[in-house]
């Protein structure tokens, strides 16, 4: 079992994320498959999706996340990064990590610590409570955590109506680096439920259907939270903020139901109807979204999912409100999007 | 095409644009790219701040316009197949 | 120094020719030419820039030696990308001042259509720098950087740069040697597609098969013996952004100054040229920095029929790179065989009148190497 910790000398630093410009709709997507887009696109909740351009990957979309997030940051230089660590689906090499490229890029230097993380959509967030670890227990002053995914889907699967493109960085510190947020808590709940899975060397994923709903992702993600708020004694009505994991609009939107939470709570993290589902930084982008835009003394509640199937639950608490770089907050990357075709999609995934 | 060891040698080169600014000097669209490359993109002559001219790869969504501000940003450089190891390096985006 | 042997094979898509075809052609017709005893030649030089690359063949001073007969002699192969030709022409003149040698064969030969178009494209880039080829450039797209800044910058219209093929395709149809040997109209030029902004593809020379080949010699034997009044090279940064101007070649500015102080003229006294139109904007350029008119008018003196077949400085009579074709490590060699030919009165219909120096001008990757020769009827 996890103890019930307090953090005592953790905060957000910095944050950021990246959308990449492209987004195709649900209905041009539908066209290619002689289906009904507008039914689809009711079902899901969402019209379109993020698409990452055929010269990204997690490791490209996971620099411009933490080059923001860095930029956001006082007093932190890249070489002070103690620890890199990047959970992705789309790790560009499945031997040879993500988080050295990236560290080098950055200009972190030689003495951190780094791996690459899988959990399907939650590996970020797992890797915001390491990188949380590592610092309350004094090994590193600060780190870097990032979710970043270019999201691959079956042509023809339902999953390819929502599979997108993004990253999100959260870099943490202790106090010798001022905070933007407080880490108050985390909690994980997993099991070994196969909704969703890819073996080595298949280029697509498998999934079971409508087994990735109750037992999958509504049992971890309301389970989870229900027992993350018991253990630290908590009520949803103490958050002003609620984000959850994003696979649609639909999943959210019943799990929050199902919760108590409001329409309010849920709102300002609720990126999916823009950019559909970003995989690992899928909770961690609506995350960014509302230290964005939060106000200080706001309590946020996180629950990220994985299949496979696990859930994160994290508390913070916003300190004040970032100024810096304010053109690059979420909301004004999704102003200038460009529309794609079915055609131009394929060749941005490399297969045309 | 690039040996991995050429392409570590070449990281520090690769990268040390990344995020600077200038501007666009000349523009050209190439509509038949060579191997190891997958047309059409515009390519940009950029002069940057400290008076440095490059030449890289457009990647933004609005075209490029002479005189126009430029960012340098990461992506994969060219094509890569599916054995090799991957080039990154910096292109270019209307400025932020 | 005189040129006593000239020759050029066919330009064009030569299918059934191979390189060492192409090598023993333009050598044996040189040696005929010229009248030299075999064995009285002590160097032989080959101009080429692809062999290594599309067909891995090096070495082709040996080569070339051993097929022509020649197998003992000095023999070594010069690259400077597309002026191979004039570079390895300019080396075997060095040869004759420094007295290493009394009859030097130069042969510029180049097969370029085994491979496919991006093979090639992606070939020529070697006389580009890394950063040019990693940013995903080809030859037609450097050139257009600099067209780019030409037309922004002197206001030229998209019909003025389609008249340098218009020409040089009308000089062609008179070369019975040439890829194109027919005459094309600007709406042609102006409708073909679009290769790289602003070149379209009538504004590119093509891929050619070729070679060409010219006999120097120390001593004038003949009233053919072509007199060379000087041979220069000059060089200048590989990139494109190290260069000090994106409208002018200094490496040509460079090499043409030194040749026209090696020959005691100036830019006035030369009657005709074959100059270096890789692309049309080439070709603008290259009439400014030659000094045949000044910085800018380039294009409105074209235009004007200047240099045309009638006009009072004919450039390309050949048809150029553009219309004769452009095996590229051929092409120096060519342009010295179509001047000599010129002035020696032998070039049938498109013969001009008034020929007694000519000036050939051949350029390396996008202006990294220049080498000017002048010759003189003697």
């Keep these: ?352 | 095409m690039n040996s991995a060891i050429q392409i570590w040698r070449r990281q520090k080169l690769n990268y040390q644009h990344l995020g600077r600014t200038g501007a666009v000097i000349s523009k050209t669209r190439i509509i038949e790219a060579p191997l190891g490359f997958k047309g059409p993109y515009w390519v940009v002559l950029v002069k940057l701040d400290r008076k440095t001219r490059l030449v890289g790869q457009w990647v933004d969504i609005i075209e490029p316009k002479i005189g126009m501000k430029v960012t340098g940003v990461l992506r994969r450089s060219g094509e890569t197949g599916k054995a090799e190891a991957i080039e990154y390096g910096v292109k270019w985006v209307r400025g932020r | 120094m005189y040129i006593t042997g000239a020759y050029q094979t066919q330009f064009g898509e030569l299918w059934d020719k191979d390189l060492k075809d192409l090598i023993v052609e333009s050598g044996e017709a040189a040696i005929k030419d010229s009248g030299i005893k075999r064995q009285d030649i002590d160097l032989v030089l080959v101009a080429n820039m692809l062999a290594g690359n599309l067909e891995g063949q090096n070495h082709l001073g040996a080569l070339a030696a051993e097929l022509l007969g020649l197998s003992g002699v000095n023999a070594g192969r010069v690259e400077a990308a597309c002026a191979s030709g004039g570079v390895a022409v300019n080396q075997a003149i060095t040869a004759l001042k420094a007295k290493t040698a009394k009859n030097v064969l130069v042969i510029g030969a180049e097969k370029m259509t085994d491979k496919s178009n991006a093979e090639v494209s992606t070939g020529l880039m070697g006389a580009a720098s890394g950063e040019e080829r990693r940013a995903g450039l080809t030859f037609v797209g450097l050139y257009g950087l600099m067209a780019r800044v030409y037309f922004d910058r002197f206001k030229m219209t998209k019909n003025d740069l389609a008249y340098v093929a218009v020409k040089n395709h009308k000089h062609a149809s008179l070369n019975p040697k040439a890829q194109y040997p027919f005459a094309v109209d600007m709406e042609t030029v102006l409708k073909s597609s679009c290769v790289a902004s602003p070149l379209h593809l009538f504004d590119c020379s093509p891929i050619t098969d070729g070679a060409a080949a010219v006999i120097l010699t120390d001593k004038a034997r003949s009233r053919r013996d072509i007199d060379i009044a000087a041979s220069q090279v000059a060089s200048d940064s590989l990139s494109l952004t190290e260069r000090d101007s994106l409208v002018e070649l200094k490496a040509t500015k460079l090499a043409v100054q030194k040749a026209y102080r090696e020959a005691g003229i100036t830019s006035k006294s030369i009657d005709l040229a074959e100059v270096h139109d890789c692309f049309s904007i080439a070709e603008i350029m290259a009439v400014e920095d030659l000094g045949f008119c000044k910085k800018g008018d380039g294009f409105k003196k074209i235009r004007a029929g200047e240099f045309d077949h009638d006009g009072r400085l004919p450039v390309n009579l050949s048809g150029g790179l553009k219309a004769c074709g452009h095996p590229v490590g051929a092409t120096g060699v060519k342009q010295v065989v179509e001047i000599v030919t010129q002035l020696r009165g032998e070039a049938g219909k498109r013969q001009t009148k008034k020929a007694k120096i000519g000036l050939t001008h051949n350029v390396g990757g996008s202006g990294a190497t220049a080498a000017v020769h002048i010759l003189k009827k003697r």
């Excluded at chain 1, 002689?34 to 019209?47: F, V």
């Excluded at chain 1, 620099?63 to 992705?88: D, H, W």
């Design chain 1, 1 to 352: 079992m996890i103890n019930p910790k307090k953090f005592t000398n953790v905060g957000v630093v910095g944050f950021g994320a990246y959308i990449p410009k492209f987004r195709i709709t649900v209905e041009e997507i539908a066209k290619v498959y002689e289906k009904d887009g507008k039914s689809i696109a009711a079902s899901l909740g969402l019209n379109q999706k993020a698409v990452a351009d055929r010269d990204e990957d997690t490791a490209t979309l996971a620099v411009e996340a933490a080059l923001l997030a860095i930029s956001r940051s006082s007093k932190l230089k890249p070489e002070n990064l103690g620890a890199v660590l990047i959970g992705s689906e789309s790790h560009p090499y499945v031997v040879k990590p993500t988080g050295s490229i990236v560290a080098e890029v950055l200009g972190v230097g030689r003495d951190y610590l780094t791996a690459d993380l899988e959990f399907a959509c939650k590996a970020g967030t797992t890797a915001m409570t390491l990188i949380a670890s590592l610092i309350e227990s004094g090994l590193i002053d600060c780190g870097l955590a990032i979710g970043a995914d270019v999201a691959q889907s079956r042509p023809g699967d339902a999953l390819e109506y929502t599979a997108g493109a993004g990253a999100a960085a959260l870099i943490l510190g202790s106090k010798k680096y001022p905070w933007l947020a407080k880490l108050n808590t985390v909690s994980s709940f997993n099991s070994d439920t196969p909704d969703f899975w890819r073996r080595e060397a298949e280029k697509y994923p498998a999934h079971a259907g409508r087994f990735t709903g109750e037992p999958a992702y509504f049992t971890h993600v309301v389970q989870g939270t229900k027992e993350y708020l018991q253990k630290f004694k908590q009520k949803i009505s103490d958050f002003s903020h609620v984000v959850l994991h994003m696979p649609n609009a639909k999943f959210p939107q019943k799990a929050a139901a199902r919760l108590g939470i409001n329409r309010e709570q849920l709102k300002t993290g609720f990126i999916v109807p823009e950019i559909g589902n970003p995989y690992s930084a899928s909770a961690m982008t609506g995350l960014v979204k509302v230290l964005e835009e939060g106000k200080a003394g706001e309590k946020i509640l996180v629950t990220s999912y994985g299949s496979g199937a696990g859930s994160d639950s994290f508390s913070l608490t916003i300190k004040r409100k970032n100024p810096i770089n304010k053109k690059d907050d979420i909301k004004n990357q999704l102003k200038n999007v460009e529309q794609i075709s079915y055609t131009k999609y394929l060749h941005f995934l490399g297969k045309a």
